[in-house]
Nanobody, 123 residues
Framework: QVQLVESGGGLVQAGGSLRLSCAASGRTFGYSAMAWFRQAPGKERDIVATINYSGARTTYVESVKGRFTISRDNAKNTVYLQMNSLKPGDTAVYYC????????????????WGQGTQVTVSS
């Protein structure tokens, strides 16, 4: 079973940056697509970015394109989300997720979840 632990959240002013990390246990990390989701208060959990097993293919929700970058280091079993030019609308709990597939771009394809890390962007 894969376990995911996020870190790196916090409080930042608008325009600032944060880097989230997600450490994964399990020998299948290198074969798993990974993603970041977020859930704002009173809203559904939405996909933010995905990365395939090798890191060669990434996808982003339109609202974060050009500001966020997802990456992975398979040697360290870790996936990252670099967030730049943060806006108050980015405030949410951010979740790391893993898939049994090597590439997965929709929420329904993810079945391993971290506990979440809070990101708060002040104006």
């Amino acid at each position: 079973q894969v376990q995911l632990v996020e870190s790196g959240g916090g409080l930042v002013q608008a325009g600032g940056s944060l880097r989230l990390s997600c450490a994964a246990s399990g020998r299948t990390f290198g074969y798993s697509a990974m993603a970041w989701f977020r859930q704002a208060p009173g809203k559904e959990r939405d996909i933010v970015a995905t990365i395939n097993y090798s890191g060669a293919r990434t996808t982003y929700v339109e609202s974060v394109k050009g500001r966020f970058t997802i990456s992975r280091d398979n040697a360290k079993n870790t996936v990252y989300l670099q967030m730049n030019s943060l806006k108050p609308g980015d405030t949410a709990v951010y979740y790391c997720a893993g898939s049994s597939l090597t590439i997965a771009t929709t929420g329904a394809e993810y079945n391993y979840w971290g506990q979440g890390t809070q990101v708060t962007v002040s104006s």
